[in-house]
């Protein structure tokens, strides 16, 4: 019998969990600061070891503080305009 090929691969880097501006926006309060160990024990992420990248869907109203976390540049531009910081 014959073995059909092995195509394409799997990366054996992990993406990171994608979290929308929208979904902090109705979870914190405004002055919070959003980690990804606080993000697990809120149960939005499964596990911190792959890490947390936030998106800038939706709009953001309160002013957060990002740490730890990946920021794309629309949810970084977001997060500022609204008076928050990220580090």
Do not use: M, W
């Not at 596990?47 to 949810?75: E, M």
């Amino acid at each position: 019998q014959r073995v059909p090929k092995h195509r394409g691969f799997t990366s054996i880097h992990k993406k990171p969990y994608i979290v929308n501006l929208d979904v902090l926006e109705g979870i914190f309060e405004s002055g919070a600061a959003v980690t990804p160990k606080k993000l697990a024990d809120l149960n939005i992420i499964q596990n911190i070891g792959r890490g947390v990248k936030i998106l800038g869907d939706g709009t953001l109203k309160k002013a957060l503080n990002i740490k730890g976390c990946l920021v794309s540049a629309s949810a970084r531009a977001k997060i500022e305009k609204a008076g928050g910081k990220v580090e």
